[in-house]
Every structure is written in structure tokens, then in C-alpha cells.
């Protein structure tokens, strides 16, 4: 079946440190790939997306690769600011999926110190 | 509205109580889903509107769970007879078109029962 796994949490960094949250994922073709972010007391945000192999989702600084021989899409981003401690999800949306609904991995909580 | 609104934000049941929860997504969108967020967990997909078409209801744990949509915008989510493993956030969540398009949420509906 489908699923995603992130590297599990809480992360701690110091502020302008390089970030990487690891995301591998299993589906049947080439599903469609995301990062949502969730900000303390509000919704879910897309962050990124790469729909085909190889594609390159960026936003905020952030980055994150499809990769499928490695069936990964870990995020990167290069200096990071307190502001983007949240809570990171890594999901995909099926192939052969009716109406577009999303699978997520169990989060990753990033915790940003000046 | 601007974006997806739930309500009530926050919901103490005590066990055995009927609860419902609304959504009122962002308006003219055509799908609609419904997802569950358990604590440190990441939100897993209970069922999905297209307009007032209920089209997947795979997600829903039991027959205490029941959504509609009765005129393809607000959508309630119902539980009946709740019980402590239901203690989750629910997200509401909607996009402009059905298949591979961005999914905007709501901030959920936490409930808690008791």
C-alpha cells in the first residue's frame, strides 16, 4: 500500500544551521509528492510540491527533490530562523486516487534556537 | 471567507455523547475532505466530497462516523456515541477541483472525550 515515513522528532537546531528532514516514501507509479508545514495554533500550509521524477519543489528557502530510484523527498533548507520552528509533514497523493486525497507521514517537529 | 473555518475549535464530550463538527470551506471550492489528526500524529484520511457526492468514505474507523455535505458547501462531520479512542483533531480541508490540485485546511476541531 501507500505510506510515508519522516525522520522522527523533535529537531533542535541553532539559528542559520543547515536543515535536513528526511522523507521516504512507498506507492504504486509516481505519486505526487508534499511538505505541509503547521505553525503553532494554526492549519495546515503547503509548503512545496513535485508532481514528476526529478522535480524540484522550493518556497520559503526551502527545497526538496523527487527522487524516485531512491523513493525520497527529504527537505532542505539552508540556514534556518526561529520562525520556522513548526511541525513538518511529508505526504503524497496516490497515482489511482479518486479526488486527490493526501497520505502523511507522522510529522517532524523542528524547534529553531536563537 | 478567506479560508477554510471550523467550528467549534475546541469540543469536551463526555463518552457515550453525539458530537458534530462543521466546515465551511473556502467558498465555490469542489472538494471536500475530512481528516483525522491523532496526538503526535499525522493526519490520516477519514472521506472526501466531491460537491454533495460523498464519493470516499474508506478512512472512517466505524459506523459511529457519519459526514455529509447536503448542498456541496458546509459539511458536518458527526460522531455518535463517542468514545476515548475518538480524542483527536479533525481537519477539514478543501480544494478548487478534484484530482492534483492544492489542498487549503482549516485549524481543526480539537475534541477531547472524557
Known amino acids: 500500500g501507500n505510506s510515508v515515513t519522516q525522520m522522527e522528532g523533535p529537531v533542535t537546531l541553532s539559528e542559520e544551521a543547515f536543515l535536513t528532514i528526511n522523507c521516504t516514501y512507498t506507492?504504486?507509479?509516481?505519486?505526487?509528492l508534499f511538505w505541509y508545514v503547521q505553525y503553532p495554533g494554526e492549519g495546515l500550509q503547503l509548503l512545496l510540491k513535485?508532481?514528476?521524477?526529478?522535480d524540484k519543489g522550493s518556497n520559503k528557502g526551502f527545497e526538496a527533490t523527487y527522487r524516485k530510484e531512491t523513493t525520497s523527498f527529504h527537505l532542505e533548507k539552508g540556514s534556518v530562523q526561529v520562525s520556522d520552528s513548526a511541525v513538518y509533514f511529508c505526504?503524497?497523493?496516490?497515482?489511482?486516487?479518486?479526488?486527490?486525497?493526501?497520505?502523511f507521514g507522522q510529522g517532524t517537529e523542528l524547534s529553531v534556537k536563537p | 471567507g478567506a479560508g477554510v473555518s471550523q467550528s467549534p475549535r475546541y469540543k469536551v464530550a463526555k463518552r457515550g455523547q453525539d458530537v458534530a463538527l462543521r466546515c465551511d470551506p473556502i467558498?465555490?471550492?469542489?472538494?471536500l475532505f475530512w481528516y483525522q489528526q491523532a496526538l503526535g500524529q499525522g493526519p490520516e484520511f477519514l472521506t472526501y466530497?466531491?460537491?454533495?457526492?460523498?464519493?470516499?468514505k474508506s478512512g472512517l474507523p466505524s459506523d459511529r462516523f457519519f459526514a455529509e455535505r447536503p448542498e456541496g458547501s458546509v459539511s458536518t462531520l458527526k460522531i455518535q456515541r463517542t468514545q476515548q479512542e475518538d480524542s483527536a483533531v479533525y481537519l477539514c480541508?478543501?480544494?478548487?477541483?478534484?484530482?492534483?490540485?492544492?489542498?487549503?485546511f482549516g485549524q481543526g476541531t480539537r475534541l477531547t472525550v472524557v
Open positions: 505526504a503524497l497523493r496516490p497515482i489511482y486516487n479518486q479526488g486527490g486525497k493526501l497520505i
Open positions: 506507492a504504486t507509479g509516481y505519486p505526487s
Open positions: 467558498s465555490g471550492h469542489v472538494s
Open positions: 466530497f466531491q460537491n454533495e457526492a460523498q464519493l470516499d
Open positions: 513535485a508532481t514528476k521524477a526529478d
Open positions: 480541508a478543501s480544494s478548487p477541483r478534484e484530482g492534483n490540485t492544492e489542498a487549503f
